[in-house]
């Protein structure tokens, strides 16, 4: 299938802002304001919707406003790109009164973001052909501990396509701070490997629901050589050998030339006696014919790549923690 990627941000470009699944709570409206001062910094003009500075019931607003929101910047020509502030739960509400079809003709515009944007993020990009991208979301923009995600989304809104990524050093958890951890991205098998392919991919825990319906379809995508990459935020490792498992019994995982596993940010194992993360995995893809790739710079455990749905990528992974991520829009 055909891709088709937005123009290069310039300076005066508008930028939508809309949270079409969770809001940002009043106390965290200043966060969100130097999120918006990066950009305005940076010389766009920011515009927010209606759905953003409120949160209830997990949402920013009723599914039928977030949907007229996002329609309207999605067909809006005067937007240039569409930043969420962060994911949530609900978007996939909304996935019924968009209409991918008529978006396929129109030129496409970044929307970018990680977690539940996947759920307008992906179908996107499969069903209308928009290169989309997944990597930082806005409300990280003003972390300076970010800023080695950031600088990748900018860049890649800036001039087209995401630069090559190296896997960064360290990573770290939420609940642990102040602590750094070594990084451990890594064949399953072990030892060295490159994988090569368009990407796609997302949220583990939200593509999951989209399994057999047109918004999660890989068919017309692995015409071509393409890498599968996923990321999981609250599955259990027994969740995630089930969401696997059932992608691979689906035939979503067949034809693949890789496939890329995130950091998962879900509790482990409590105890020596129930599955870990890592073991869930192995149960759920051992044996598929092509390299995969775990412990990945991608999702919820911080820091991230930016990668472009519908790229060209190509994935070196040395060992040691050490992996390069290069991407171009033609093969």
């Given at each position: 299938?055909q891709?088709?990627?937005?123009?290069?941000?310039?300076?005066?470009?508008?930028?939508?802002?809309?949270?079409?699944s969770?809001?940002?709570?009043?106390?965290?409206?200043?966060?969100?304001?130097?999120a918006?001062?990066?950009?305005r910094?940076?010389?766009?003009?920011?515009?927010?919707?209606?759905?953003?500075?409120?949160?209830?019931?997990?949402?920013s607003?009723?599914?039928a406003?977030?949907l007229?929101?996002?329609?309207?910047?999605?067909?809006?020509?005067?937007i240039?790109a569409?930043?969420?502030?962060?994911?949530?739960?609900?978007?996939i509400?909304?996935?019924?009164?968009?209409?991918?079809?008529?978006?396929?003709?129109?030129?496409?515009?970044?929307?970018a973001?990680?977690?539940?944007?996947?759920?307008?993020?992906?179908?996107?990009?499969?069903?209308?052909g928009?290169?989309t991208?997944?990597?930082?979301?806005?409300?990280?923009?003003?972390?300076?501990?970010?800023?080695?995600?950031?600088?990748?989304?900018?860049?890649?809104?800036?001039?087209?396509?995401?630069?090559?990524?190296?896997?960064?050093?360290?990573?770290?958890?939420?609940?642990?701070?102040?602590?750094?951890?070594?990084n451990?991205?890594?064949?399953?098998?072990?030892?060295?490997?490159?994988?090569?392919?368009?990407?796609?991919?997302?949220?583990l825990?939200?593509?999951?629901?989209l399994?057999?319906?047109?918004?999660?379809?890989?068919t017309?995508?692995?015409?071509?050589?393409?890498?599968?990459?996923?990321?999981?935020?609250?599955?259990?490792?027994?969740?995630?050998?089930?969401?696997?498992?059932?992608?691979?019994?689906?035939?979503?995982?067949?034809?693949?030339?890789?496939?890329?596993?995130?950091?998962?940010?879900?509790?482990?194992?409590?105890d020596?006696?129930?599955?870990?993360?890592?073991?869930?995995?192995?149960?759920?893809?051992?044996g598929l014919?092509?390299?995969?790739?775990?412990?990945?710079d991608?999702?919820?455990?911080?820091?991230?790549?930016?990668?472009?749905?519908?790229?060209w990528?190509?994935?070196e992974?040395?060992?040691?923690?050490?992996a390069?991520?290069?991407?171009?829009?033609?093969?």
């Open positions: 299938m891709i088709r990627f937005p123009p290069a941000l310039k300076p005066g470009d508008a930028i939508a802002v809309t949270a079409f969770s809001g940002v709570h009043p106390q965290l409206h200043g966060q969100l304001d130097q918006l001062a990066v950009l910094a940076r010389g766009y003009r920011v515009i927010e919707g209606q759905c953003l500075r409120e949160e209830k019931y997990d949402a607003a009723p599914a406003a977030r007229a929101e996002l329609r309207r910047f999605l067909f809006d020509p005067e240039h569409i930043l969420p502030p962060w994911g949530g739960e609900r978007a509400e909304l996935l019924l009164g968009l209409d991918f079809a008529a978006l396929a003709a129109l030129p496409p515009k970044w929307l973001g990680f977690s539940d944007v996947s759920t307008v993020m992906t179908p996107l990009a499969l069903l209308s928009w290169g991208l997944h990597g930082p979301n806005l409300m990280d923009l003003p972390l300076k501990e970010r800023a080695f995600g950031n600088e990748a989304l900018l860049a890649a809104m800036e001039t087209g396509a995401p630069p090559a990524q190296e896997s960064h050093p360290q990573y770290w958890k939420w609940n642990e701070p102040g602590k750094t951890f070594a451990r991205v890594r064949l399953l098998d072990g030892g060295a490997g490159k994988m090569a392919g368009r990407l796609i991919g997302g949220c825990d939200v593509l999951v629901s399994q057999g319906s047109p918004y999660f379809d890989l017309a995508f692995k015409r071509e050589p393409a890498i599968l990459y996923l990321e999981n935020v609250e599955l259990a490792p027994c969740a995630v050998l089930r969401a696997l498992a059932g992608l691979r019994l689906s035939g979503m995982l067949d034809g693949l030339s890789g496939l890329i596993l995130g950091r998962s940010s879900a509790q482990d194992a409590a020596g006696q129930a599955l870990r993360y890592e073991d869930a995995v192995r149960a759920a893809l051992d014919p092509y390299p995969v790739a775990i412990d990945a991608i999702g919820h455990v911080p820091p991230q790549w930016t990668l472009l749905n519908g790229a990528a190509v994935l992974v040395f060992g040691e923690g050490r390069r991520l290069s991407q171009r829009l033609a093969k």
